[in-house]
């Protein structure tokens, strides 16, 4: 397929340029004081604001992104524009922008790669400078900026994004404080002469150029804009015409610039000159002076030999061929995966990352169910099934412990007990892993114990069930599989509540992936602050001895409705575990339960839960129960034994000294902390 490309993207060229017709140069009328131009940026670097990837090159042109994947790049004129008739007036003022771009693929058309960029490039007016806050891909460097509702934007956009209500993959939409654009139209121009449209290629394909006017009349609220390509004098109708009213969006003072982001593919988002005036025309652009784009002569030498004589007719449908062409590897891109032979065995586990695109519907952030642990979480509804899921995408750039962690995570999706949530099935794509749970439509614990999402308190009664629950799900995992499964990340925010209100714990060995990438000299240890066992802070080990540890502060949670780890103002951080004993030690033990529950809880039970809840976080993992007797206990067959004395101060000793060494540290992937213990520190003795 790529080797067909090679003539038929050539042929293209050639077909581009026939259609270019006469060359006419524009000219704008006198400037104000309000205006600037550049017809190159060799030396207009101290009038610019740059960020991300955006730079001026050695031959002044204006590089946004340069051949980089999901990158982006903005530039802004430094002083900013008074864009109402007077300080804090209410409409907004006339303007006019012209500017010539580029956009040029990562791979030129002669070789053997078809023509294809990611995402676009815009010209903006925003409130500020800074809105690195916007990601890349296809919210172009601006999009989700929180600064959008103040933005005002003209996009070149080549990619066709379903969940920005794209209507190609190369239109110019129009943006007045939203994401969405308020009109958009195929990129092309209707030419003076007979007023017919002609298409244009948003991606410069042939190596050249496009001007651009944006215009905006503050009397009529009409905003213009207006493409052509290079030679072609300002067509007087413009491609998109819309009233609209600026006021509303534009601050009184705004900046000027512009903002270009790539996606998966690599892509050059240029500009090679750009003028600006509120309330008069653009000044002209000296077309003499700007820069020429990168292999510029090159492609022009080999335009020259294919100019001669080919029928128009081949060309159109070899033109048409092209974009199928393009069509379908863009469909490919879209869905693209990674598959190893190695996963050949792991077959039926599998999904395919397009019927996770289609069940999220690509992954829209209204199915957003949560971000956290490992990554984000969205709901799914499976298009043949119609069963709902949840979908976790978990970035991961390495395959090192990649096929080890599959291995698990399918074995692990054969583990079924009703206290756990099922894993159906992963899908594997480049830099990411997507992990397919059964749908919990409750969500998860601590909302509930912290009255988050205006969740409704549990009663005594639940809370105990869930305990219970959780205890059950974790012996699973421990005793009742063919091996034992560490779970290495039990909290509150990893059991999750199904519509009937049965607690069911999730992410089982998703630590695991990242123990792997651990430098061995300081020992990382991946768990959750308050959590983490001493001996694992110490040693980097889980066990089943670490899983119960982190229960023991669990059981505590639910109990008492209140965090591991507080951060007080007068006594630091405080660990929950040293509250309840030093109540314990008061013999005031139920004072330490839930006052929300105002007294309506089983006293035993409470006692129990909360003598289990010390006894799991003891500080050396012998003296801890197994989940076998935990579930003993809580099911009341054997009765408790009595925490002595030295059990106590040891206890409190020891959490003391684990909480001063707890460093809590963010990796980049996740909100996951994780403790970095120097061995010998906290020993415990
Ligand atoms: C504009 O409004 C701000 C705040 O309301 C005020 O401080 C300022 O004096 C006003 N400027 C003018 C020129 O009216
Ligand atoms: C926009 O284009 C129309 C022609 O379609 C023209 O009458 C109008 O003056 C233009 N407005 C601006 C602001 O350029």
């Given at each position: 397929m790529n080797l067909l490309l090679l003539p038929m993207s050539s042929f293209l060229v050639a077909f581009v340029l026939l259609c270019l017709g006469l060359n006419l140069l524009g000219f704008c009328d006198a400037s104000n004081d309000k205006s600037f131009v550049f017809s190159g940026f060799a030396a207009a670097g101290a009038n610019l604001v740059f960020d991300g990837t955006a730079?001026?090159?050695?031959?002044?042109?204006?590089?946004?992104?340069?051949?980089?994947?999901?990158?982006?790049?903005?530039v802004f004129y430094r002083t900013p524009l008074q864009f109402k008739e007077s300080p804090n007036g209410t409409a907004a003022q006339s303007f006019s922008a012209a500017f010539i771009f580029a956009i040029l693929p990562a791979v030129s058309y002669n070789s053997n790669n078809p023509v294809i960029s990611t995402d676009g490039m815009a010209f903006i007016i925003a409130p500020r400078t800074n809105i690195s806050d916007a990601g890349a891909a296809q919210f172009m460097g601006f999009l989700d900026s929180v600064a959008m509702n103040q933005t005002f934007a003209v996009e070149m956009d080549t990619v066709q994004n379903m969940e920005l209500r794209d209507i190609d993959n190369n239109h110019v939409g129009i943006h007045n404080g939203s994401m969405f654009s308020l009109d958009s139209h195929p990129a092309g121009f209707y030419r003076d002469e007979d007023g017919t449209f002609n298409s244009l290629s948003l991606i410069s394909s042939d190596g050249k150029a496009m001007q651009a006017w944006v215009d905006y009349d503050g009397q009529a609220k009409q905003i213009n804009v207006t493409l052509a390509p290079m030679g072609v004098?300002?067509?007087?109708?413009?491609?998109?015409?819309?009233?609209?009213?600026?006021?509303?969006?534009?601050?009184?003072?705004?900046?000027?610039?512009?903002?270009?982001?790539?996606?998966?593919?690599?892509?050059?988002?240029?500009?090679?000159?750009?003028?600006?005036?509120v309330n008069g025309p653009a000044p002209p652009i000296d077309f003499k002076k700007i820069p020429k784009l990168p292999n510029s002569g090159h492609h022009e030498a080999l335009v020259k030999d294919l100019e001669i004589g080919l029928p128009i007719a081949a060309f159109v449908l070899i033109l048409a061929t092209c974009i199928t062409v393009i069509l379908l590897v863009r469909r490919h891109l879209t869905y693209a995966e990674l598959r190893e032979d190695w996963e050949v065995e792991f077959g039926p586990h599998r999904f395919s990352y397009k019927e996770l695109f289609k069940a999220t519907e690509g992954f829209k952030s209204k199915h957003l169910?949560?971000?956290?642990?490992?990554?984000?979480?969205?709901?799914?509804?499976?298009?043949?099934?119609?069963?709902?899921?949840?979908?976790?995408?978990?970035?991961?750039?390495?395959?090192?412990?990649?096929?080890?962690?599959?291995?698990?995570?399918?074995?692990?999706?054969?583990?079924?007990?009703?206290?756990?949530?099922?894993?159906?099935?992963?899908?594997?794509?480049?830099?990411?892993?997507?992990?397919?749970?059964?749908?919990?439509?409750?969500?998860?614990?601590?909302?509930?114990?912290?009255?988050?999402?205006?969740?409704?308190?549990?009663?005594?009664?639940?809370r105990f069930q869930i305990v219970k629950d959780v205890a059950s799900g974790l012996f699973y995992l421990h005793e009742k599989w063919q091996q034992v499964v560490v779970h290495r990340d039990v909290k509150a925010s990893n059991v999750l509540l199904d519509g009937g209100m049965v607690a069911h714990l999730g992410d089982f060995g998703l630590a695991r992936l990242y123990d792997h990438g651990a430098d061995l000299q300081t020992t990382h240890v991946v768990g959750t602050m308050g959590y983490i066992a001493p001996e694992l802070a110490r040693t980097g080990k889980a066990s089943p001895l670490t899983d119960v540890f982190a229960f023991g502060t669990f059981l505590l949670e639910v109990t008492c409705g209140r965090r591991p780890v507080v951060d007080t103002v007068h006594h630091g951080r405080k660990l929950l575990v040293d509250r309840v004993l030093e109540y314990w030690r008061r013999d005031s033990l139920e004072e330490t339960v839930d006052s929300r529950l105002q007294g309506n809880y089983n006293v035993d039970e409470a006692r129990i839960v909360l003598t289990l809840g010390l006894m799991c976080s003891h500080p050396f993992p012998g003296e801890r129960p197994t989940m076998r007797q935990v579930m003993q206990y809580l099911d009341g067959d054997v009765p408790l034994p009595e925490l002595t004395q030295a059990d106590k101060s040891l206890l409190s000793l020891t959490q003391k000294q684990t909480s001063f060494d707890q460093s809590a540290l963010q990796y980049p992937w996740s909100g996951t902390s994780i403790g970095t213990m120097t061995p010998g520190i906290s020993a415990g003795r």
């Open positions: 730079m001026v090159t050695q031959d002044g042109l204006l590089e946004l992104t340069n051949n980089e994947a999901n990158i982006k790049g903005h004098a300002k067509p007087s109708k413009p491609l998109l015409s819309n009233f609209s009213d600026l006021s509303a969006v534009l601050t009184d003072e705004a900046y000027v610039g512009f903002s270009a982001a790539t996606g998966p593919m690599p892509s050059q988002h240029c500009v090679l000159a750009w003028s600006f005036a169910l949560g971000a956290g642990g490992f990554g984000k979480v969205y709901k799914g509804v499976l298009p043949k099934s119609g069963t709902e899921v949840a979908v976790k995408r978990v970035s991961h750039d390495s395959t090192q412990g990649l096929k080890e962690f599959i291995s698990e995570v399918v074995s692990i999706g054969h583990l079924r007990h009703r206290n756990l949530v099922q894993l159906l099935g992963y899908c594997r794509r480049k830099g990411e892993l997507l992990l397919v749970y059964d749908y919990m439509p409750n969500g998860s614990l601590d909302k509930y114990l912290y009255g988050e999402d205006d969740k409704p308190l549990l009663e005594w009664a639940q």
